[in-house]
């Protein structure tokens, strides 16, 4: 969605003023799926408080008509990184960690190149910093919070350029981990660095994985050779 486009929903709705409701009726793919969170984000930023989706459940609306009438349509199309990623972060698991030992580990977890582990010792670890202020927020609640807080249509970029931003984090992390003291406001914001590691590990992991798949299916789609098929007889 462009800037262009974002100006001219603002503007449509500046002339309706008395709205309380809004409801975004976008494709059901990838781009729509995207643009209907854009919106979102754009409407509540302007004020709008009751904002609804209603997807179809074929790829568009026209396709809806076309199954209702008995022509051929075209299903759903999910966005598959979207989807990836929110699976990650619901499996993601508890994991114990050794206080005194934090940078040390965070360091074996990244160089094991398992992004979920790495995900899930930052998430501990991050836990641990903020019980140390008396916050409570568990497993559950880090997952909640790294669900909400994903934008499909700001997750851009390829799987090399998602491994520098890791490495960015995880060196912004280890930094705060080395300092010798800290206080309730540096814990605090230790604990949301090492959060902004395992946001970044799943991001990486979700990418990694769609390469993967990228590859898998271009293999399998390939014929066995290249080269003509020959025979020959003798005698």
């Not at 114990?96 to 582990?117: C, E, G, Q, V, W």
């Not at 249509?153 to 984090?169: I, V």
Request: hydrophobic fraction near 35%.
């Amino acid at each position: 969605m462009n800037g262009v486009y974002e100006s001219a929903v603002l503007k449509a709705l500046e002339n309706h003023t008395d709205l309380r409701s809004i409801y975004l009726c976008t494709d059901n793919d990838e781009g729509g799926i995207e643009a209907a969170e854009r919106l979102r984000d754009i409407l509540h930023e302007h004020g709008y408080a009751d904002i609804f989706r209603i997807a179809p459940q074929l790829k568009d609306w026209n396709e809806q008509l076309k199954q209702l009438h008995g022509a051929e349509f075209l299903p759903a199309v999910p966005h598959e990184r979207k989807e990836l990623y929110l699976q990650s972060v619901s499996e993601l698991n508890e994991m114990k960690i050794n206080p005194n030992r934090i940078a040390a580990d965070l360091i074996a977890a990244y160089n094991s190149a398992d992004r979920i582990r790495l995900a899930e010792f930052s998430v501990a670890a991050s836990e641990h910093f903020l019980k140390i202020i008396g916050v409570e927020f568990p497993l559950d609640q880090m997952k909640n919070r790294l669900s909400a807080e994903y934008k499909c249509y700001l997750d851009k970029g390829t799987a090399a350029s998602k491994l520098s931003k890791l490495q960015n984090a995880l060196t912004a992390g280890l930094e705060q981990l080395r300092k010798p003291s800290q206080t309730a406001a540096e814990l605090k914001i230790t604990a949301k660095k090492l959060y902004d590691i395992a946001e970044h590990a799943l991001r990486l992991s979700t990418e990694e994985t769609l390469v993967q798949r990228s590859e898998q299916k271009e293999t399998s789609e390939e014929s066995p050779s290249d080269e003509p098929f020959q025979m020959s007889m003798s005698g």
